[in-house]
């Protein structure tokens, strides 16, 4: 062998051999029926925002667009300071001793926590048993082993859970999740070293219950140590192409993930960041945009029940958990031939394989199609 060969090495493995199929790829032949349609796709399959973003944050947005220098990965003062203002109104959040973090979008921080936090192959990290697929795939790319629970007392003694995620209101179903529930949690992942993250990113959108954080003082009691309220501009502001996040809890916690994005480069736009502070310090324009989404939502729980469907919990959050009483991907299909993409619910968990996840995240023109197809 020539003095320059390297040596043979153990074999490469891609990252991405180790997590399931993308979702949203295999929902391609559907929306392909559904677009066949002759008066075209009502897609309510993916809560992506359809309407402006107001006016108030695109004006911040380019004030702030001279920005010739990278930004503070841990974001301004005065963003840092919108932040804990909007935790302390929203979630009841005392700004002594909370840590803030802003986010490039809630999604990388859910993919990358467990990594992030150290979680290494053998810990444990655990799922709701209905939710968001990226909790997984973050667990996944740790190396983490997944349990899917809702009741954590199930679980027996389990010493290397690392990380347990909470999600109220719900993505997919709706759900709420009371005070006494999270507090439970709380204790149990304390009693045993673990972090808590609660994804709250549709915390403002609660119609038949209110949703509470993990940061309320009837959850935690005050302290924050050991948990990770995670929040997000997309759904309440309309920010979802601005990848704007953030995150408040354990100010320990929060300094080792600053510490290693730093390293990583996960540093937010300066413009973003100022688009953040007139997003956080209004609620006009959410309660304008809670307005629309409430309007759409009466009229598509409407059309689902007298088309047949049954709605399970759906309290809250931009989506109706919605079922036939059969198999999630004949439901997809029988509504794909009526020009409606909806969300098989597999696609969050086994235990959802009976349901699907429609969307409130369409035009009023296109929800009105909708109704008047399932109305058919």
């Known amino acids: 062998?020539?003095?320059?060969?390297?040596?043979?090495?153990?074999?490469?493995?891609?990252?991405?051999?180790?997590?399931?199929?993308?979702?949203?790829?295999?929902?391609?032949?559907?929306?392909?029926?559904?677009?066949?349609?002759?008066?075209?796709?009502?897609?309510?399959?993916?809560?992506?925002?359809?309407d402006p973003v107001p006016a108030l944050i695109r004006a911040a947005l380019d004030a702030a667009s001279d920005a010739p220098g990278y930004p503070l990965t841990a974001g301004t003062p005065a963003l840092r300071a919108a932040i804990t203002r909007w935790l302390g109104r929203s979630?009841?959040?005392?700004?002594?001793?909370?840590?803030?973090?802003?986010?490039?979008?809630?999604?990388?921080?859910?993919?990358?926590?467990?990594?992030?936090?150290?979680?290494?192959?053998?810990?444990?990290v655990v799922l709701p048993q209905v939710g968001y697929p990226t909790y997984e795939v973050g667990a996944r790319l740790a190396g983490a082993t997944v349990v899917r629970t809702d009741s954590l007392t199930a679980l027996g003694p389990t010493p290397r859970v690392r990380l347990?995620?909470?999600?109220?209101?719900?993505?997919?179903?709706?759900r709420v999740l009371p005070a006494a529930h999270l507090r439970k949690v709380v204790d149990w992942a304390r009693e045993r070293g673990a972090v808590v993250a609660s994804d709250e990113c549709y915390l403002s959108l609660g119609w038949e219950d209110e949703p509470v954080s993990i940061l309320d003082p009837r959850v935690c009691d005050g302290s924050y140590d050991g948990l990770l309220a995670v929040h997000s501009l997309s759904k309440r502001s309309n920010l979802a192409g601005y990848r704007a996040g953030f995150l408040g809890g354990d100010p320990a916690l929060v300094a080792e993930l600053l510490a290693v994005r730093k390293h990583a480069g996960m540093i937010m736009p300066a413009p973003v960041q100022a688009a953040m502070i007139a997003a956080l310090d209004d609620e006009t324009h959410v309660q304008e945009q809670r307005g629309r989404y409430?309007?759409?939502?009466?009229?598509?729980?409407?059309?689902?029940?007298?088309?047949?469907?049954?709605?399970?919990?759906?309290?809250?959050?931009?989506?109706l958990w919605a079922t036939r009483g059969e198999e999630c991907w004949a439901t997809v299909t029988w509504l794909a031939e009526r020009g409606i993409l909806a969300a098989p619910g597999a696609f969050y968990g086994p235990a959802g394989e009976r349901h699907v996840r429609v969307a409130l995240t369409a035009t009023d023109e296109r929800v009105a199609a909708a109704v008047e197809r399932l109305a058919r």
């Open 164 to 174: 347990v995620w909470v999600n109220s209101p719900s993505n997919p179903t709706g």
């Open 91 to 124: 979630c009841g959040a005392a700004a002594d001793g909370l840590g803030v973090l802003p986010l490039i979008g809630s999604k990388e921080l859910v993919a990358w926590l467990p990594t992030l936090l150290g979680v290494r192959a053998g810990d444990v």
């Open 1 to 50: 062998m020539p003095a320059d060969t390297p040596a043979a090495g153990p074999p490469v493995t891609a990252v991405s051999a180790g997590l399931p199929d993308f979702p949203w790829d295999l929902l391609e032949p559907a929306k392909r029926l559904a677009a066949g349609h002759p008066d075209g796709i009502v897609d309510l399959s993916i809560g992506t925002p359809v």
């Open 294 to 319: 409430a309007a759409r939502r009466e009229l598509l729980r409407a059309a689902l029940t007298g088309a047949g469907f049954e709605l399970s919990h759906s309290e809250a959050g931009l989506y």
